[in-house]
């Protein structure tokens, strides 16, 4: 029951994305005292209703859908987008932003990279597989020179004979600082876009605008300087980048090592260590769509027609390991709201057998052999068809899941 509550906000995102697919309009609709702009957009907040779906979604859980998607294209892990949205709003909470820049902070982080694919067929030309590329160049700002021409000269002109590579590096070489310029303003023009067809109005599309600007004034695409960036953007940028540093480099001290030329100093100055472990280890999907600011959660909770009895535990399954903090805080929370909504909390302390990890590694691979059975070997991935060849010897392929 736990595991599929919190699958429930990305199978509803993925549910959405499959709507859109289809090419079910989408159109927004007045809900309750949301009022319209001036110009006749909504306002952040607003419901939408997907016309050949029925039920009404929220605008959050549509954007998180779009989120995701960004993700697949843009060289980052899924549910990064995400991931900045929750970061980039506990820093905005921490400095004691009011509602409404809190949510201009978090509607901006969520469609970060909503813009990124807008040239994907130029640097697929440069670069054969541009989202291998994206992958290593999302932390071009943060490379020494050496180190960056490597990552050029590994890209350019993947896949093809040796003399088109040499010439796909030489085009790449020869637009010197132009490339960064025409990415940047291509990803951001795309983005603020997007973002008003979307039915939001700034500061949200203009932060959209200015996610490549730099604090120092040497950013694109129109060298914001400090505070002339918007504050949403620089909330964005922090917990982005953070994110990414800790994936890919182990840490986040380059963001306050670079506080004061790329970064605003006091928003870099408000990440803590561990802020970026926190929000990867998170459920994002679900902690993204019940932390809009502005969301009153306990104003959801219903009388329960019979009181419950319910056992929370804050223990790890895996022998030595710790909880991290920010996830015993929302445990905590959560019970909080269940005692207030008329239920019995309490202690428990699961027993968990030391066979657990191999019960649930033989399961999970067993289903993922089952997801693949109809697929063509050759439409894996490398690491997919990893997993799927041990899926039959350690466990049934059931319908049965962890």
């Known amino acids: 029951m736990i595991a599929k509550d919190l699958l429930a906000p990305r199978l509803k995102a993925i549910e959405i994305m499959e709507q859109l697919a289809r090419g079910a309009p989408a159109h927004p609709e007045r809900a309750g005292p949301l009022p319209l702009s001036r110009s006749g957009q909504l306002t952040c907040g607003s419901v939408w209703r997907m016309e050949r779906a029925g039920d009404p979604v ?5 954007v998180a859908a779009v989120s995701l998607a960004a993700d697949l294209a843009s060289g980052v892990t899924l549910e990064h987008g995400l991931r900045t949205c929750l970061l980039a709003t506990r820093l905005a909470e921490r400095v004691g932003l009011d509602t409404a820049a809190r949510r201009d902070v978090y509607y901006a982080s969520l ?19 541009e989202i ?20 050029l000269a590994r890209h350019a002109g993947a896949g093809a004979p040796p003399l088109r590579r040499a010439q796909a590096l030489g085009r790449v070489l020869a637009a010197g600082r132009e490339m960064p310029r025409a990415v940047a303003t291509a990803h951001c023009q795309a983005a603020e876009r997007l973002g008003q067809r979307l039915g939001f109005t700034d500061p949200v599309p203009e932060s959209l605008n200015s996610l490549f600007e730099r604090w120092d004034g040497k950013g694109y695409p129109r060298g914001l300087r400090g505070e002339a960036m918007p504050q ?24 306050a090592a670079t506080a004061g030329t790329l970064y605003d100093p006091g928003v870099a100055g408000l990440l803590r260590p561990g802020d970026a472990a926190d929000a990867a280890d998170a459920a994002a999907a679900l902690s993204v769509l019940s932390g809009q600011p502005g969301l009153d959660l306990s104003a959801a909770a219903e009388p329960p027609r019979r009181p ?61 052999a089952e997801d693949a059975q109809d697929l063509p070997a050759e439409a894996l991935e490398t690491r997919t068809q990893a997993m799927v060849r041990p899926g039959p ?6 319908t049965t899941r962890c």
């Open 58 to 62: 929220e605008l959050a859980a549509l």
């Open 111 to 129: 469609l970060r990279s909503i813009g990124c694919t807008s040239d994907a067929h130029e640097q697929s030309t440069l670069f054969g597989n």
């Open 132 to 151: 291998a590329a994206r992958t290593e160049l999302n932390l071009a700002a943060h490379l020494p020179s050496r180190q960056l021409l490597g990552v």
């Open 232 to 255: 949403a953007a620089r909330f964005t940028q922090v917990a982005y980048d953070a994110l990414l540093l800790h994936e890919h480099l182990g840490g986040t001290d380059q963001i």
């Open 308 to 368: 419950l009895r319910i056992a929370v535990s804050a223990r790890h399954p895996s022998p030595g390991a710790r909880v991290a903090p920010a996830v015993r805080a929302s445990l905590e929370q959560a019970a909080d709201l269940l005692r207030a909504a008329g239920h019995t909390v309490t202690r428990a302390r699961p027993p968990y057998p030391a066979s657990l990890g191999l019960r649930f590694s033989s399961r999970w691979l067993a289903g993922i």
């Open 393 to 398: 010897p350690t466990g049934s392929a059931t």
